[in-house]
């Protein structure tokens, strides 16, 4: 079956400007988390949704939200954009029934200027 | 608090060589851990997961990981890595949410 895809694949945007990033998980699996990779701090986790639900959340600013829909498509935003957002945004999707890993999409790598 | 520690950020390994990637985990509960792989500019992909049951776990590519509940450790081994093994490798626990190591950087040396 298909991946996860992750729509744009590359985006350049200026600062104060907002972003909307697309994820389409796994077909079946209901669970998509965004992940933020930069660098100078790894891989971190920005927030989960489950049925539509905002289940986790990590530690991030509230410009950074997201949504999923009820075909479990999800979507992250950043508002007012800042140069330290330029990160390669990563989504996940997993299905309890298949043992709780995560699949993962090729990413968006997003450039603030 | 949960979280998983990767202890070495770079290891350099000469090809068909042994290698060994360690990861420590903290977590008062019952942990799943697993190992993803990235190549450059690309997504993870996952080598292998522990669950429950045999602790020594084969994955893709001919990596293995054994998990030590005593020493709460899950360490990633391959008895002869490739070129083509040169990637960051991550290490990650899941408790209600996953949590990522900081990531190893193996480079393999021809």
């Known amino acids: 079956k298909a991946g996860v895809t992750q729509t744009p694949r590359y985006l350049i945007k200026t600062r104060g400007q907002q972003v909307t990033l697309s994820c389409s998980p796994i077909?079946?699996?209901?669970?998509v988390s965004w992940y933020q990779q930069t660098p100078g701090q790894g891989l971190q986790f920005l927030f989960e949704?489950?049925?539509?639900?905002?289940?986790n959340k990590g530690n991030f600013p509230g410009r950074f939200s997201g949504r999923q829909f009820s075909n479990s498509r999800s979507e992250m935003n950043v508002s007012t954009l800042e140069l330290g957002d330029s990160a390669l945004y990563l989504c996940?999707?997993?299905?309890?029934?298949?043992?709780?890993?995560?699949?993962f999409g090729p990413g968006t790598r997003l450039t603030v200027t | 608090a949960q979280s998983v520690t990767q202890l070495d950020s770079q290891v350099p390994v000469f090809e068909e060589a042994p290698v060994e990637l360690r990861c420590n985990y903290s977590?008062?509960?019952?942990?799943?851990l697993f190992w993803y792989v990235q190549y450059p500019n690309q997504g993870l992909q996952l080598l292998l997961k522990?669950?429950?049951?045999?602790?020594l776990v084969k994955g893709i590519n001919g990596f293995e990981a054994e998990f030590n509940k005593s020493q709460t450790s899950f360490h990633l081994r391959k008895p002869s890595v490739h070129i083509s093994d040169t990637a960051e490798y991550f290490c990650?626990?899941?408790?209600?949410?996953?949590?990522f190591g900081t990531g190893t950087s193996l480079t393999v040396i021809p």
């Open positions: 996940a999707s997993s299905a309890r029934a298949e043992g709780y890993e995560q699949y």
């Open positions: 077909s079946g699996h209901r669970s």
């Open positions: 949704y489950f049925s539509e639900t905002q289940r």
């Open positions: 977590s008062s509960v019952s942990v799943y």
């Open positions: 522990y669950l429950s049951g045999s602790t």
């Open positions: 990650a626990g899941e408790i209600y949410q996953f949590y």
